[in-house]
């Protein structure tokens, strides 16, 4: 017998205790995962000696209360996991295919959509699917996208669009208009609009690398030919707002409102943002979220406050 035939004899033969070996490793406890996967403690303690026979080596490791997993055993814990989760999307995308009305949606989205558009899209949407279900994850443009690559979301509003990134696809979802945010007591307050190139010297407080409205104002900057001078940076976009009224800086935000203390100036020329909604080029979608992702793209949806359609020559 080859290596090979081994080797797949022994994982035929693991497969049906390799959600235990994952749960243990969840877990750090026996009877914990027991509990988790609905057997008896005894019969968990059982199929995990019996795992580790089969492999010839120690799966887990008492650890004070608990169990921790060995070498070996984190080595199969981990594969495990990947191919529950595998399994998992299967089992979600073949009960879909057979009611996609009672399918289940993972949308990942930029912090500040939060506030208007993804609730206008899903309002819209739940009009004529009522039974989809929404799980929802907010992050960085860099983080949705990840989550998109690596399977763990169906789709990602995210801006600018990875339009140069052949494993995902993406479509135009609306046009959101950035601003200039300053003190009122800034020297640009009073002004009707400021090109990027007087913002050379002033202090800005924007995101971290990896958002993108990080990687839109220092472009923006370059464009304009000097370096952003970073004053702070930040993780969410009101915590940058309220920098900005404390007087510590300048930022490059979506248009909210102008306060007692924050004056929004538009920028010359007017600076847009597209939102796109982007998914994986590799794997087929769900029929849940292929049915929300067409309501979305379709051009016929409502955006909500501060949200137009996007221009026709935002790319290919």
Known sequence: MT?????????????PGLALLAAVGETGHVTRAAELLGIPQPTASRRLAALADLVGAPLVLPSGRGIRLTGAGRT??????????????????VR??????????????????????????????????????????????????RAVHEGEIDLAFVAPMPLDDPDLVSRPLADQELVLSVPRSHRFAARARVRAGELE????????????????TDDLCAAAGFEPRIAFEGQESETVRGLVAAGLGVAILPRARSTASVVEIPLEPAVFRTIGASWSAGERLTPAARVFRDHVCSGETKLGQGFRTPAPDWGP
């Not at 290596?3 to 994982?11: I, K, M, T």
């Not at 959509?113 to 039974?131: A, C």
């Not at 010297?201 to 839109?216: A, N, P, S």
């Open 3 to 15: 290596h090979e035939s081994a080797d797949d004899r022994l994982a035929a033969q693991l497969a």
């Open 76 to 93: 199969l814990a981990g594969a495990s996991t990947r191919a529950l989760a595998t399994v998992a999307a299967a089992v979600r995308q």
């Open 96 to 145: 879909e295919e057979i009611d996609p009305d009672t399918g289940r949606v993972v949308l990942g989205f930029l912090h500040l959509l939060g506030r208007s558009l993804v609730p206008s899209l899903i309002r819209g949407f739940r009009v004529r699917h009522p039974g989809i279900r929404f799980t929802l994850a907010q992050g960085s443009r860099q983080d949705m996208l």
């Open 201 to 216: 010297g002033e202090e800005l407080v924007t995101l971290e690398h990896g958002y993108g409205l990080r990687q839109i």
